[in-house]
């Protein structure tokens, strides 16, 4: 089989160059690129003859589906949401994912936003040459932290929470007994929301959960409370985020994921907004994530050449 990384995967050379010289040693042809193309048919180009395509977060569209051969599209990224997943099966492709390879860096970046907002983390260079101190913070000890969805991710952050004293409430589809036994109590969403000092997101992006924090939702928050989102960015209504922050509705918001991949534009309300910490989508980005990624994604695709599927998308 002919086998294609059309996008680099921020690992070293010689890890790719290593599973290059395996796969050839095994009969396949492997061809990589280390720059994303810049269109769809510089996809496609790449991809004539191909029969495995190994992705990462750029879109692949239905136009690429279409007009390619593959048998396997391999995500090197937990969300599909950019692919034309649907227009694969229709064509018998199999798609496979990455699932947990960023598990916990999501959950770092998670605490690394509560501890910076609660801190109040800044350019704090003033602070030095006067007598003034306007960084009275507070701690996450003894704060109630409602998690909405307790997935592999919500679950590492529950853990962690739970090393820091937080008082944790969740809200989640099923009820998890592993989490129950820790002490996490199930709420419904509106209690979760109205009562929680701080509320993290852990959803998966799909058709029940876009727009599921809508301006109504997010207007149950309490004033003094801090939001915090390393999920998916259409789960939330971001125009209406950032208004409440304007607004002083709600304490401060951290945010990683958008309603569309950084850069943002300029007129971007949530970019603009007062109290908000803002990453470009990097919850997922760090060094042991990419080693983490690349290993699952070639291990998807030895397990295919030998005839077995697994981390398929349904």
Same mark, same amino acid.
């Given at each position: 089989?002919?086998?294609?990384?059309i996008?680099?995967?921020?690992?070293?050379?010689?890890?790719?160059?290593?599973q290059?010289?395996?796969?050839?040693?095994?009969?396949?042809?492997?061809?990589?690129?280390?720059?994303?193309?810049?269109?769809?048919d510089?996809?496609?180009?790449?991809l004539?003859k191909?029969?495995?395509?190994?992705?990462?977060?750029?879109?692949?569209?239905?136009? @690429?589906?279409?007009?390619?051969?593959?048998?396997?599209?391999?995500?090197?990224?937990?969300?599909?949401?950019?692919?034309?997943?649907?227009?694969?099966?229709?064509?018998?492709?199999?798609?496979?994912?990455?699932?947990?390879?960023?598990?916990?860096?999501?959950?770092e970046?998670?605490?690394?936003?509560?501890?910076?907002?609660?801190?109040?983390?800044?350019?704090n260079?003033?602070?030095l040459?006067?007598?003034?101190?306007?960084?009275?913070?507070?701690?996450?000890?003894g704060?109630?932290?409602?998690?909405i969805?307790?997935?592999?991710?919500?679950?590492? @952050?529950?853990?962690?929470?739970?090393?820091?004293?937080?008082?944790?409430i969740?809200?989640?589809?099923?009820?998890k007994?592993?989490?129950?036994?820790?002490g996490?109590?199930y709420?419904?969403?509106?209690?979760?929301?109205?009562?929680?000092?701080?509320?993290?997101?852990?959803?998966?992006?799909n058709?029940?959960?876009?727009?599921?924090?809508n301006?109504?939702?997010?207007?149950?928050?309490?004033?003094?409370?801090?939001?915090?989102?390393?999920?998916?960015?259409?789960?939330?209504?971001?125009?209406?985020?950032?208004?409440?922050?304007?607004?002083?509705?709600?304490?401060?918001?951290?945010?990683?994921?958008?309603?569309?991949?950084?850069?943002?534009?300029d007129?971007y309300?949530?970019?603009?907004?007062?109290?908000?910490?803002?990453?470009?989508?990097?919850?997922?980005?760090?060094k042991?994530a990419?080693?983490?990624?690349?290993?699952?994604?070639?291990?998807?695709?030895?397990?295919?050449?030998?005839?077995?599927?697994?981390?398929?998308?349904?």
């Amino acid at each position: 089989m002919k086998i294609t990384l059309i996008d680099p995967l921020t690992v070293n050379d010689e890890l790719v160059e290593e599973q290059k010289n395996k796969l050839e040693k095994m009969g396949h042809e492997f061809e990589y690129y280390k720059e994303s193309a810049n269109s769809d048919d510089e996809i496609i180009e790449r991809l004539k003859k191909s029969d495995v395509a190994i992705i990462t977060n750029k879109k692949f569209s239905k136009k @690429v589906v279409d007009n390619t051969n593959l048998k396997l599209i391999d995500v090197a990224f937990t969300g599909v949401d950019h692919v034309a997943v649907e227009s694969a099966k229709e064509k018998g492709i199999v798609v496979e994912n990455a699932s947990g390879y960023s598990d916990i860096s999501v959950a770092e970046l998670v605490f690394g936003m509560i501890i910076s907002i609660l801190r109040k983390f800044k350019d704090n260079r003033e602070n030095l040459s006067g007598e003034n101190n306007d960084l009275l913070g507070e701690t996450l000890n003894g704060k109630k932290v409602g998690v909405i969805g307790t997935g592999k991710i919500g679950q590492r @952050v529950i853990k962690l929470l739970s090393a820091f004293g937080a008082q944790i409430i969740a809200y989640n589809r099923t009820e998890k007994q592993e989490m129950k036994d820790m002490g996490v109590k199930y709420v419904t969403l509106d209690e979760l929301l109205s009562t929680s000092d701080i509320v993290t997101v852990h959803l998966p992006l799909n058709d029940s959960t876009k727009g599921f924090l809508n301006s109504d939702k997010l207007n149950l928050i309490k004033k003094d409370s801090i939001l915090i989102n390393c999920a998916r960015g259409p789960i939330i209504d971001n125009d209406a985020l950032a208004d409440l922050l304007n607004e002083g509705k709600i304490r401060a918001a951290g945010i990683d994921v958008f309603d569309m991949e950084p850069p943002l534009k300029d007129d971007y309300k949530l970019k603009n907004a007062k109290n908000v910490l803002i990453t470009n989508h990097i919850a997922y980005y760090t060094k042991e994530a990419m080693v983490e990624r690349a290993n699952i994604v070639f291990d998807n695709l030895y397990k295919f050449l030998d005839g077995k599927i697994q981390n398929e998308v349904k």
